[in-house]
């Protein structure tokens, strides 16, 4: 493989964001910056200094508001073995950004009537732990106690010993529910997979059709993502940066672009783009797919064991960011909005490997965050959730 350049510095301008003025009124008219030349000179440069120290082999980054401008640039390579640069059109696997979709897709059927988020999980689903008191909500606000199942040790011999072997929702299952519950629902939050497995076989019973059918039909076309896939094996549309991970059987880094997704499923196992996903960011944290009373119980957020974020209904709020991160092997995503300023956020990566004990696409975050809205910095340390299956020795809920 070829050595990894610190950063290709590929650059797509500064043009004007699409969107609606700002009011005079908002304090974001102040408070968020000009994307132009001085600003962009700063992030190239926070940026590059990310990747350099991380040794992340790409990244994608776009950051825009009304009135403000769009910082869109790419650095780094897609593909380690042939140099070809990062570019703003590829397809990125984007892990527990997922999540989003799985329980917007709940929602609507909320919305419909087809569900109710107080309904035990009993009443869909045969053979749960605690079912009969674990409601929907509590799985799509994490906090089920149910054993997160990419944390099962004998899960993460079988995925990373055949990595392009297909498991079904219920074998997923059956790592978790060998385990007891952690704790009684409700009592506290605790990040687990285990929850969008159940809430995906929900929306296929209440829905009447296969989970990625459901979500491409209710979700993906009504808000116009046509980049935005769910797939149902390792297919992967092309152009797709190539994906490196050390989460493998050896512990040394591999290719795992086509490493089967199906193992995360409703929890981790979607595709996207830079479009789709800065459409995607506006859409979720503004809830135009659902009603104003159901999307405002989404953005309920309850305290986390992370500081400075709480979690809704299957999204996050980091310190006034809502929105999404993302990771499984080989990938990682940001898919964020901040409502005061109206501001997207997202960035992609082409690795999962930690940098000490960071999430890369954090450090990316942080960066940005601290350059454009200083009161507001992303920031989710290791124990922010990722659809990964590594054993730690000191549990987290995202492994």
Same mark, same amino acid.
């Given at each position: ?134 409601? !929907? %909500? #509590? &799985? ?5 106690? +149910?054993?997160?199942? =990419? ?6 011999? $079988? ?114 783009? !830079? %479009? #789709? &996903? ?5 859409? +979720?944290?503004?809830? =135009? ?6 999307? $405002? ?103």
């Amino acid at each position: 493989m070829l050595a990894v350049p610190a950063s290709t510095g590929t650059a797509y301008g500064v043009a004007p964001a699409p969107g609606p003025p700002l009011s005079a009124s908002s304090s974001s008219e102040t408070d968020f910056p000009e994307l132009g030349p001085a600003v962009a000179r700063r992030l190239d440069t926070a940026i590059q200094q990310v990747l350099r120290e991380t040794k992340v082999p790409g990244v994608i980054v776009s950051l825009s508001a009304p009135g403000k401008g769009s910082y869109v640039r790419t650095f780094g390579v897609a593909d380690k073995a042939t140099g070809a640069p990062m570019e703003t059109d590829l397809y990125m696997r984007i892990g527990s950004t997922t999540k989003t979709f799985t329980v917007t897709a709940l929602l609507e059927l909320v919305d419909e009537g087809k569900v109710g988020l107080d309904d035990p999980i009993a009443k869909y689903i045969d053979n749960v732990p605690n079912g009969d008191r674990i409601t !929907l %909500r #509590d &799985l799509a606000d994490m906090r089920s106690g +149910l054993f997160n199942y =990419t944390m099962d040790e004998g899960f993460f011999k $079988a995925l990373t010993s055949d990595p392009q072997r297909p498991f079904t929702p219920q074998e997923l299952l059956d790592y978790s529910f060998k385990h007891p519950v952690q704790f009684q629902p409700g009592e506290k939050f605790d990040y687990s997979n285990t929850n969008l497995i159940l809430l995906g076989l929900v929306v296929e019973k209440a829905g009447g059709m296969p989970l990625n059918e459901f979500i491409e039909q209710r979700v993906l076309k009504p808000a116009r993502l046509s980049h935005t896939v769910f797939p149902t094996g390792a297919e992967f549309p092309s152009p797709h940066a190539q994906g490196y991970t050390d989460q493998t059987a050896s512990g040394k880094v591999e290719n795992s672009t086509n490493w089967n997704p199906s193992w995360g499923w409703a929890a981790g196992a979607m595709i996207s783009d !830079l %479009r #789709d &996903l800065r459409s995607w960011a506006r859409t +979720l944290a503004t809830g =135009t797919l659902l009603s104003p009373e159901t999307q $405002a119980q989404r953005l309920k957020t309850l305290p986390t064991t992370i500081p400075g974020a709480g979690y809704g209904l299957g999204i996050f709020d980091v310190q006034g960011w809502i929105g999404h991160n993302g990771s499984l092997p080989g990938y990682e995503a940001l898919t964020l909005y901040l409502p005061e300023s109206q501001a997207t956020l997202v960035v992609l990566l082409n690795t999962d490997i930690l940098h000490g004990q960071t999430e890369p696409s954090t450090l990316f975050g942080q960066a940005i965050t601290r350059i454009v809205t200083p009161e507001h910095v992303f920031n989710l340390p290791v124990t922010a959730p990722r659809a990964t299956p590594r054993p730690s020795p000191q549990p987290s809920p995202q492994r």
